[in-house]
């Protein structure tokens, strides 16, 4: 398995920006898609965006593309979201996500490895 740590929430207000940053080890990182999935109270975790191993195939949810933008470090084994114009219902519980596969996945039920999650909060 590959341990994860997020990095990066806060509080911001509508229309601002944020980086979310997740710290990867314990296996070869290239070998690993990533993804970034969102949750809040009383609802099921989704997708926010992945990413393939090779960095070269990304997925983005319909609420947030053109708006995030996910990207990886596989010399640093790093990952990262990029957070722009965040609007109110971005507030959620964000969670880094690794994948035994590298290649490009968006179904929580693909990825096996979990960070303990970091808090985005939008004011309006």
């Known amino acids: 398995q590959v341990q994860l740590v997020e990095s990066g929430g806060g509080l911001v207000q509508a229309g601002g920006s944020l980086r979310l940053s997740c710290a990867a080890s314990?296996?070869?990182?290239?070998?690993?898609?990533m993804g970034w999935f969102r949750q809040v109270p009383g609802k099921e975790r989704e997708v926010v965006a992945t990413?393939?191993?090779?960095?070269?195939?990304?997925y983005y949810a319909n609420s947030v593309r053109g708006r995030f933008t996910i990207s990886r470090d596989n010399a640093k084994s790093t990952m990262s979201l990029q957070m722009t114009n965040l609007k109110p219902e971005d507030t959620a519980v964000y969670y880094c996500?690794?994948?035994?596969?590298?290649?490009?996945?968006?179904?929580?039920?693909?990825?096996?490895?979990w960070g303990q999650g970091t808090q985005v909060t939008v004011s309006s």
């Open positions: 996500a690794a994948r035994e596969a590298s290649g490009l996945a968006f179904r929580t039920a693909d990825f096996g490895s």
């Open positions: 314990g296996r070869t990182f290239s070998r690993s898609a």
């Open positions: 990413i393939s191993g090779s960095g070269l195939s990304t």
